[in-house]
């Protein structure tokens, strides 16, 4: 090999080698920006899930039933005991409705990542990182699952039966609050997906460990956290943040004492958990193996 | 001094987990997982210039998909660098890609489910492709590889060969002056790799794509590289052309003869039968034994000599016997 040869044919040559992208549009039209391209790649399986409508609403409606079952059993609890230390139904109805939407929003929207593993192991990976934009983007726009609309709806129903037993329903500024704490809630659940992503870089055997958190986490964030011992409350407020999402917004809310910002700030913890997941990715693809042939 | 590409001592090694067999073979393996080294590149080298068109070949596992991956920025290498128009692939990932074209014949760019034409849609959105260039672009990759009765048909649905084809206009929508392909032409009827082939030819002299190819057809490499590339064992072991790698491996000749008489073959010295059958007889013999004017003019005094050609022997011969030499 002559590293020297034909280079005058480049030297000579004017610019740089290979030349800039020649089709490529200035940047400057809105049509290709981030969100444009995650709705032109949603909208795929938008349509995909569409296809079998029957399937999508029996799916949304069993999902509505189980986890509206789930919550009857919180009832009957509540039916023997009245209080649980100190909190009410309808305030625990506050605590369950924020969970369930904001994981209901992440399984929908995190759902790329949450089936990562796949990609890994197939090797799919690959077609990805070929495509000149931010690999996160890609993931997410792979699947927008509606089916967890069912989930959802659960979350919205339990929760406006809380705010009006609890005569909060007619204040904007407390689903305001929520609101801001749900999309806290939903960065925190996209974060342990992309976590669960992470691992599937080295191994796929342990994704269950994350998973473990996770649905733990869902179950155990349905009530206030002070109901548990203290490892499981620190566990749930220093490491994985769930705390942030639905216990620190609410307690100022119900019992007074925290000031009033406490409520607002405590969802950041779920953006930054999130920014954390998304530095670990990072540095996860730079181990992606592919697969061999 | 820039170059398209330059590799230097690339190196790659897999760990791959040992699976142990029966039951206990794998409980024992769950809990102490076992693992096997595997050096697919052992410190490859090369560089290419703009415009060449490089034939990558070498027997199952060699590491040819793992130099591509490399050079796409799919893959990090554990030792060594490379830079592709300046960048450090896996570095610069995106703009890298920008510039990049790549298929991969075992596996699909575009979407399953969809029609031909929006995977092209959506590709132009991806890329952020300008609407009328990228319109332009496509009409004539579409009239090129011919694509036109195939662009409302589902991916799915098509056939091998007419995927193929729609791969390569998807790599290409967005102009990129490099393109890497991964055994293009694997399971591909012979039509189909003809048609494959003359595109790629024109691709490369016409709008002087540099292209990189890997293949197990060696009719691939003579059709359209002057250049190529033997990788084996993850080590580069022949970078040249075919009459380099000819050189490398035997010196010998072909001579094919329709004879209109018989000949005993035992009456020309320093050549050995290939085939015989009927009249045609095939001889080798080493031009530095005898030259071939010579054993012409020999064999015309013994025997009429209806038709003769003389030849190099085939490609698939010439590196079966590179590779030969490889494996004691
Ligand atoms: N992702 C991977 N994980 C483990 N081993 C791999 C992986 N990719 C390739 N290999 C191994 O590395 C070697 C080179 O593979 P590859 O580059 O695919 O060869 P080729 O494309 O020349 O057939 C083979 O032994 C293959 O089994
Ligand atoms: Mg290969």
Known sequence: MDPARGTDRHDGGSGPWPPPMAGRNDGSAPRQGAFHLYWRLVAISIRAQAQYPGSLLLLSAGHLVVTLL??????????????????????????????????????????????FDRLVRTGEFDVVLLRPRSEVLLICGQELRLSRAGRFAQGLII???GMSSLGLAGRPEVWMRLAWAVAGGTALFCGLFVLQATIAFWTVNSLEVVNTVTYGGVETAQFPIDIYPSAVRAFFTWVVPLASLNYLPLRGLLRGGDPGWVGWAAPLAGFLFLAVSLRLWRFGVRHYTSTGS | ???????????????????????????????????????????VSFALEPGEMVGFIGPN???????????SGILVPDGGTCTVGGLVPWERRVEHVARLGVVFGQRTQLWWDLPVT????????????DRARAARR????????DLGPLLDVPV???????????????????EP?????????????????????????????????????????????????????????????????????RARVTSERRLTVDLDGDLDPARLPGVTVVAREGRRLVLAFDPATVSAPELIARLAALAPVRDLTVEAPPIEEIVAGFYRGLDP
């Open chain 1, 70 to 115: 789930e919550f009857l059993g919180v009832w009957a609890l509540f039916d023997r005991f009245r209080l649980v230390r100190g909190w009410s139904l309808a305030e625990v109805a506050l605590f369950y409705g924020l969970v369930n939407l904001s994981f209901a929003l992440a399984e929908a929207v995190g759902r790329g990542f949450d089936a």
């Open chain 1, 159 to 161: 929760l406006g039966w």
């Open chain 2, 1 to 43: 001094m820039t170059c398209a590409i330059r590799a230097e001592e690339l190196r790659k090694t897999f760990r791959v987990r040992e699976t142990a067999s029966g039951l206990g073979g794998t409980l024992r393996s769950l809990l102490r997982p076992r693992y096997r080294e595997v050096h697919a590149l052992a410190g």
């Open chain 2, 61 to 71: 596992g060699a590491g040819k998909s793992t130099t591509i991956k490399i050079l």
């Open chain 2, 118 to 129: 929006e995977s092209f849609d959506l590709l132009a959105d991806i890329y952020r492709l």
């Open chain 2, 138 to 145: 496509r009409q004539e990759l579409v009239g090129r590889l």
């Open chain 2, 156 to 174: 799915r649905q098509l056939s091998l060969g007419q995927r193929m084809r729609c791969e390569l206009a998807a790599a290409l929508l967005h």
């Open chain 2, 177 to 245: 002056g490099l393109l890497f392909l991964d055994e293009p032409t694997i399971g591909l009827d012979a039509p189909a790799k003809l048609a494959i082939r003359e595109f790629l030819r024109s691709l490369n002299r016409e709008q002087g794509v540099t292209v990189i190819l890997t293949t197990h057809d060696l009719d691939d490499v003579e059709a359209l590289c002057r250049r190529l590339v033997v990788i084996h064992h993850g080590r580069l072991l022949f970078d040249g052309d075919l009459d380099g790698l």
